[in-house]
Antibody, heavy 117, light 106 residues
Framework: QVQLEESGPGLMQPSETLSLTCTVS????????VGWVRQPLGKGLVWMGT???????NYNSAVQSRLSISRDTSKSQVFLKMNSLQPEDTGTYYC???????????WGQGTLVTVSS | DTVLTQSPALAVSPGERVSISCRAS??????MHWYQQKPGQQPKLLIY???NLASGVPARFSGSGSGTDFTLTIDPVEADDTATYFC?????????FGSGTKLEIK
């Protein structure tokens, strides 16, 4: 079955670079896009960016200058890197497989990232 | 960015019908999707492209709308439907989500 699992450090310092990994199973990264969605504690969802099946990427302009999404298809992993972290980057980070009409059909359980000095 | 406006909260009794609305600040064709998120869990896709039921989702859930006005309907509501419901559009860049409607079952 389709599964996604996020991993990464839970606590970051301001100005550091965040690196998260999404390990997927049950589907191929060359057949489906994977996006990253952030959710501040107790708040709504924000799409950050997607790496598509062909390897191209789209980013939310709000974070585009700080964000990079890449992948290793041989390891079924998608990576998120975001620099210049600030406390407002605190939240749960989800990776999700893009579905029909660019919905998010399957989600990982999320990983909480706290940015604090 | 396309702003999606949802009412913040609703309360209904089991067995009733509830409609949750989502209004877009600009047209999104039919590229509107609905998610359910229970406390401490990841979102779950319920409806894609306005009216299509996602796999494994009970037929009590349905969606309608096009352009700027969309509705998620649950009929009948069950106690387990307590959750926050988010809409998301994928017609305009960037993809955006509504702020969510918290559904309370009395």
């Amino acid at each position: 079955q389709v599964q996604l699992e996020e991993s990464g450090p839970g606590l970051m310092q301001p100005s550091e670079t965040l690196s998260l990994t999404c390990t997927v199973s049950g589907f191929s990264l060359t057949s489906n896009g994977v996006g990253w969605v952030r959710q501040p504690l107790g708040k709504g969802l924000v799409w950050m960016g997607t790496i598509w099946a062909g390897g191209s990427t789209n980013y939310n302009s709000a974070v585009q200058s700080r964000l990079s999404i890449s992948r290793d298809t041989s390891k079924s992993q998608v990576f998120l890197k975001m620099n210049s972290l600030q406390p407002e980057d605190t939240g749960t980070y989800y990776c999700a497989r893009q579905g029909l009409q660019w919905s998010f059909a399957y989600w990982g359980q999320g990983t909480l990232v706290t940015v604090s000095s | 960015d396309t702003v999606l406006t949802q009412s913040p909260a609703l309360a209904v009794s089991p067995g009733e019908r509830v409609s949750i609305s989502c209004r877009a600040s600009e047209g999104v064709n039919s590229y509107m999707h609905w998610y359910q998120q229970k406390p401490g869990q990841q979102p779950k896709l319920l409806i894609y492209k306005a009216s299509n039921l996602a796999s494994g989702v009970p037929a009590r859930f349905s969606g309608s709308g096009s352009g700027t006005d969309f509705t998620l309907t649950i009929d009948p509501v069950e106690a387990d439907d307590t959750a926050t419901y988010f809409c998301q559009q994928s017609w305009n860049d960037p993809f955006t989500f509504g702020s969510g409607t918290k559904l309370e079952i009395k």
